[in-house]
């Protein structure tokens, strides 16, 4: 840590179109994952589920859009993409992967479901995560963060119904076994 903290812009050549409700998330120590928001485009704002990857190591850092492909199972049923989203959260876990969760989408979408991508991969896909109990309520607005390196906290949010949650809900990636030294 410098002695004076300085806030600086980082120049790139180019640079996705503008957005908020938008997550960012870290993987590979230096490497920044940006998901999802609500992007203009021309005159329109629309939700996205693009996703774009930055290294802050290289010399010149630049923005890409990462191509990401729907992890397709047995028979294909697992073939999925997030649909475009705002004020979702995202989470990094200690591995590099980023879990997806909530936000604001059109359409009917099942509204609990947990996407996975790991953005390291040659060519990353989307997967979805099932995972058994009571999920939190489908919101946005809500906050996320992993505690111990495998367990994800989710609090609040917004339905649409209720203007905001106070639940906090965790889900626990490894069982205590696993997890112990």
Same mark, same amino acid.
């Given at each position: 840590?410098?002695?004076?903290?300085?806030?600086?812009?980082?120049?790139?050549?180019?640079?996705?179109?503008?957005?908020?409700?938008?997550?960012?998330?870290?993987?590979?120590?230096?490497?920044?994952?940006?998901?999802?928001?609500?992007?203009k485009s021309g005159n329109l704002r629309l939700r996205s589920g693009e996703a774009y990857t930055i290294?802050?190591?290289?010399?010149?850092? @630049?923005?890409?859009?990462?191509?990401?492909?729907?992890?397709?199972?047995?028979?294909? @049923?697992?073939?999925?993409?997030?649909?475009?989203?705002?004020?979702?959260?995202?989470?990094?876990?200690? !591995?590099?992967?980023?879990?997806?969760?909530?936000?604001?989408?059109?359409?009917?979408?099942s509204p609990s479901q947990l996407f996975l991508l790991d953005p390291s991969e040659e060519k990353p896909?989307?997967?979805?995560?099932?995972?058994?109990?009571?999920?939190?309520?489908?919101?946005?607005?809500?906050?996320? !963060?992993?505690?111990?390196?495998?367990?994800?906290?989710?609090?609040?949010?917004?339905?649409?119904?209720?203007?905001?949650?106070?639940?906090?809900?965790?889900? !626990?990636?490894?069982?205590?076994?696993?997890?112990?030294?």
């Amino acid at each position: 840590m410098t002695d004076k903290p300085t806030w600086k812009e980082i120049p790139t050549s180019w640079a996705p179109p503008s957005r908020l409700g938008h997550s960012l998330s870290v993987y590979g120590r230096t490497k920044i994952l940006m998901f999802g928001g609500l992007a203009k485009s021309g005159n329109l704002r629309l939700r996205s589920g693009e996703a774009y990857t930055i290294d802050l190591e290289d010399e010149k850092p @630049q923005w890409r859009q990462l191509e990401c492909g729907a992890f397709t199972g047995i028979g294909g @049923q697992n073939a999925v993409v997030p649909p475009p989203r705002l004020d979702h959260v995202a989470v990094s876990m200690p !591995c590099g992967r980023i879990i997806i969760f909530g936000g604001s989408i059109a359409g009917l979408y099942s509204p609990s479901q947990l996407f996975l991508l790991d953005p390291s991969e040659e060519k990353p896909s989307w997967r979805i995560i099932n995972v058994p109990g009571r999920p939190p309520k489908f919101a946005w607005g809500h906050s996320i !963060c992993v505690v111990g390196g495998t367990r994800v906290l989710v609090l609040g949010g917004h339905t649409g119904e209720e203007w905001s949650l106070n639940e906090l809900h965790e889900l !626990c990636l490894a069982s205590k076994q696993d997890s112990d030294p």
